[in-house]
């Protein structure tokens, strides 16, 4: 290819990014058909020769574009899955372009100049310690693992047993006492990290999610003579709930060989605003946080962010043993702070999302995206049949309808199918409920209002589908 034919490439594929971007609004907000129907159109027989990158490129987006989500959109609810900035998804592409290898400095200082500082940045927001380490892992789940495996490290330095060179065979034992309500990336770090998922002990939680602080004084007492690993979160992935972390943190204190890990993915961000941040009011006082950019930030697919205060632990924890990656000792060496050696320099978009929001751009995202999810609340309050299960204090919301699991799962699959909105299920405090978390940046009131419209016009078919059934079952008697 020539230079101008890559040139020809770029524009012709960024007039398609700007296209689907335009239409994004306007879009049915599930994907119209599953992995298979997708798979179908692109399964060729793999090509002998090469063909050309343009049609390629434009033939994917054709075939691939039935079984997009339009998770960036603003009516997209499921799961905790922001959009994406302009300025971040424009810096990922010349990422890209760029194609920088984040592993090592020597590889990229423009790279580990751009991590370095968005992550000073995060951590301004956050009301983590300026002098905390960080790494960009690809989300919050692994931040959690890099978090607590710096934890595992301290926690049995301090007792005298190095854990990355001797792993856990014969090892001193550790406690870890994790919230009931812990996200399921917790349990699966402690499965990676040898600490086991079944043997943590679960720290009562409360009606809304939030682990007991009393219950975690507690088993903290019962764990004197132990290392302990407590696991806090902020911002439970159904409720929005957060764990007490001012009162976990002072029990944390009073234990001598204790290490507070918070789990706040998407909580973590009510720091940023002030009229949230004694949500977390105490985390600045935490030994590791994992939160997620990608997430309520709205960078662009992938981007977690972990930081830790003991700077040695967290390069300890990660060590990769290889000659030829040559520490400098001086300058940032992105290998030293998350599990992966070579990866995407995630820095970039991070750098570009945060400058082009500014302070006030991150609070008022996080700020209105809880406005909307008290409004969507309020009008759903009003439908006929449903009922809000939380306490909408951060930007989740639980709804269930007709107090019946049946009649909320196809609540929701008739708004699902209907492509108005998308939002999924879970099951909390042991019923089905419908899960809304309004995370996007460009969600607006009407959108809420249309979203909310949908909801209720698929209640009233699952009410109507019901009565009609009710109603033949009554005849056929
Ligand atoms: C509380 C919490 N922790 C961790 C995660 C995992 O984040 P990720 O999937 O970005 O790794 C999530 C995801 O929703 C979460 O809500």
Not at 170 to 196: F, K, M
Not at 226 to 238: K, R, S
Not at 288 to 316: E, I, M, P, Q
Not at 353 to 368: F, I, K, N, P, T
Request: hydrophobic share 45%; aromatic share 6%; with cysteine.
């Amino acid at each position: 290819m020539t230079a101008n034919d890559i040139e020809v490439l770029l524009r012709e594929t960024a007039a398609l990014a700007g296209d689907y971007l335009a239409a994004l609004p306007g879009r049915h907000v599930g994907a119209r058909e599953d992995a298979a129907t997708v798979a179908q159109r692109l399964r060729v027989p793999l090509p002998e020769a090469g063909e050309d990158p343009l049609a390629v490129v434009q033939r994917l987006a054709r075939d691939v574009d039935p079984g997009l989500v339009a998770s960036a959109g603003p009516r997209y609810f499921g799961f905790v899955i922001g959009g994406a900035v302009p300025a971040s998804v424009a810096a990922d592409w010349l990422t890209a372009a760029w194609d920088q290898n984040a592993a090592v400095h020597a590889a990229s200082p423009a790279a580990a100049a751009a991590e370095q500082v968005a992550g000073e940045w995060m951590k301004h927001l956050l009301a983590i310690p300026a002098d905390a380490s960080h790494g960009l892992p690809t989300g919050a789940g692994l931040g959690n693992m890099v978090g607590m495996a710096a934890a595992r490290h301290a926690l049995l330095d301090r007792v005298g047993w190095d854990v990355e060179a001797r792993g856990l065979y014969g090892a001193p034992q550790v406690a870890v006492l994790i919230g009931d309500e812990a996200h399921a990336t917790v349990l699966t770090a402690l499965q990676y990290l040898g600490l086991g998922r079944d043997r943590a002990t679960r720290v009562a939680a409360d009606d809304q999610g939030g682990m007991r602080a009393d219950a975690l004084a507690d088993a903290l007492a019962g764990a004197a003579d132990l290392p302990v690993l407590v696991c806090a979160q902020a911002g439970n992935v159904n409720s929005g709930a957060f764990d007490p972390l001012g009162p976990i943190a002072d029990a944390v204190n009073r234990h001598p060989n204790a290490w507070l890990h918070v789990d706040g993915a998407f909580g973590l961000w009510a720091a940023a605003v002030p009229r949230l941040r004694h949500l977390v009011a105490g985390s600045e006082r935490a030994d590791s946080w994992a939160t997620d950019a990608h997430k309520w930030l709205n960078v662009g697919y992938d981007c977690g962010f972990v930081a830790v205060r003991d700077v040695d632990a967290h390069r300890a924890a990660m060590a990769t043993p290889a000659s030829y990656l040559m520490a400098s000792g001086t300058n940032r060496e992105g290998w030293e702070w998350v599990v992966d050696s070579s990866r995407r320099a995630r820095g970039f978009a991070l750098y570009a999302a945060l400058r082009s929001l500014g302070r006030d751009g991150v609070r008022d995202l996080v700020e209105r995206c809880c406005g909307l999810a008290r409004r969507m609340a309020d009008v759903l309050a009003s439908v006929p049949g449903a009922r809000v299960l939380n306490d909408v204090r951060l930007n989740q919301v639980l709804v269930r309808f007709g107090d019946d699991d049946d009649r909320t799962r196809d609540v929701i699959r008739r708004v699902q199918d209907g492509g108005e909105a998308w939002m999924g299920g879970t099951t909390w405090r042991g019923m089905v409920a419908m899960r809304i978390s309004v995370s996007g940046w460009q969600t607006t009131e009407a959108d809420i209002d249309r979203a909310a419209a949908a909801i209720e016009a698929a209640a009233r078919a699952a009410d109507g589908a019901l009565h009609r059934r009710q109603g033949g079952s009554r005849r056929g008697r």
